[in-house]
């Protein structure tokens, strides 16, 4: 039994801080929180002055795979089984250490990512909870088809959703759009009809498994939309020169529960990204207002690992981005990497400091509450109820 105490507490909830708490946990679940509560005799008790006790942090968008190099599918392709594998623990290491307990990996080589979750020990290496999508369903040449997702027609699409689940899976990842990183792929263009998107959502659905799309075009939005998909990555609603943010279409992301991941977070003073993403990130803050008032499920997660810009641990300042960009208060910034994160992930025990939660905790120094930038000052991470840093 282990008891946590600090100055306050953001149980991933609620908009102010508890004050003075104790965070009783045993077998890896929270027993209780508590505004000066009692140390239970037989708790070890660890004190944390100046501290702000709070959930894990959670990156719903993550490529263990890549090496957040300046070129990191090349060493991607090359590495083989063992390599890969090694170059994934580092990665989800790394996130651990900067508090992020949960990752969710929406692409890897082939079913790289299922091995490394499924590893027992990782070779002693403390890693956080993994959930996995494997290789994204993309269309012949499409983006990211060297991820080993190959499928095209109701048909085939169907049959390469319903292998994915039955070798585990957590998400269905489609690339609805062509991306940046692929070359000869282009973002604009849609990869996949209405009916191809809908077969992976039954196929999916059926099985309970959640699809999420990637999709950067307005045009690629709207298609996953109308087909069901539960989650969108990037969404951005890129058109020819520039982006075209569509209200009718982010109303029905948000009557729909659509959850939107706009995968920010980069480290200043990084190398800027390609021209065309530059010159769309630039005009992005109107639309991430315009989903945060329109009542859309703004979630956190950083596709780190694609550039120089974002390394594993980048998470803290995504949340301080989403924070300025939309508009949101440090509390809704710090629900999107928490319980609303935790939420979509479909692992609602995590994300929340309450009574019967997974005991995945962190304490920062300071109060992200009224500065984000605390997030960066991690002085305990606990994952499972047992102290990892
Ligand atoms: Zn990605």
Redesign the pocket.
């Known amino acids: 039994m282990l008891a946590l105490r600090a100055d306050r507490l953001f149980d991933g909830l609620s908009s102010v801080a508890l004050g003075n708490p104790t965070v009783v946990i045993d077998e890896g679940r929270i027993l209780s929180v508590s505004s000066g509560g009692a140390v239970p005799a037989d708790a070890e008790e660890l004190v944390m002055p100046g501290a702000t006790l709070l959930p894990g942090l959670i990156d719903t968008?993550?490529?263990l795979g890549f090496d957040a190099s300046q070129d990191p599918v090349s060493p991607f392709l090359a590495a083989g089984p063992a390599d890969l594998l090694a170059t994934m623990r580092e990665n989800a290491a790394r996130a651990l250490s900067a508090g992020i307990t949960t990752v969710r990996d929406?692409?890897g080589k082939g079913l790289s990512t299922l091995d490394l979750r499924d590893a027992a020990g990782n070779g002693g290496v403390r890693l956080p909870h993994m959930l996995v999508a494997g290789p994204?369903i993309t269309s012949p040449d499409g983006h990211?088809h060297f991820m080993g997702g190959v499928a095209d027609g109701e048909g085939k699409i169907r049959t390469a959703v319903r292998a994915l689940i039955e070798r585990g899976v957590d998400v269905i990842?489609m690339m609805g759009t062509g991306?940046s990183m692929t070359p000869g792929s282009d973002p604009l263009h849609v990869q996949f009809q209405d009916r191809e998107i809908r077969a992976a959502v039954e196929e999916a659905h059926a099985h309970g498994v959640p699809v999420t799309v990637?999709a950067h075009a307005r045009d690629g939005i709207r298609a996953a939309v109308r087909a069901g998909a539960d989650g969108l990555?990037?969404a951005k609603f890129w058109v020819a020169d520039g982006i075209e943010p569509d209200p009718a279409t982010i109303d029905d992301i948000a009557r729909r529960g659509v959850w939107v991941c706009p995968?920010m977070g980069a480290v200043p003073g990084s190398p800027p990204p390609p021209a065309a993403v530059a010159k769309r990130l630039a005009l992005a803050d109107d639309l991430m207002r315009d989903m945060h008032r329109r009542g859309v499920r703004l979630v956190a997660g950083t596709?780190a690992?694609?550039s120089p810009a974002k390394p594993h641990d980048v998470l803290s300042f995504g949340i301080e981005e989403m924070a300025r960009a939309a508009a949101m208060s440090n509390a809704e910034a710090l629900r999107s990497a928490t319980s609303v994160a935790a939420d979509c992930c479909g692992v609602p025990a995590k994300g929340r400091l309450i009574a019967g939660a997974d005991a995945d905790i962190i304490a920062v120094g300071g109060d992200p509450l009224t500065e984000l930038g605390a997030l960066r000052a991690v002085r305990a991470v606990i994952l499972n109820g047992a102290r990892v840093r």
Do not use: A, N, R
Request: charged letters at 20%; aromatic letters at 0%; a negative charge.
């Open positions: 968008h993550v490529h929406l692409g994204p990211c990842k991306g990637h990555e990037h995968t596709d690992g694609i």
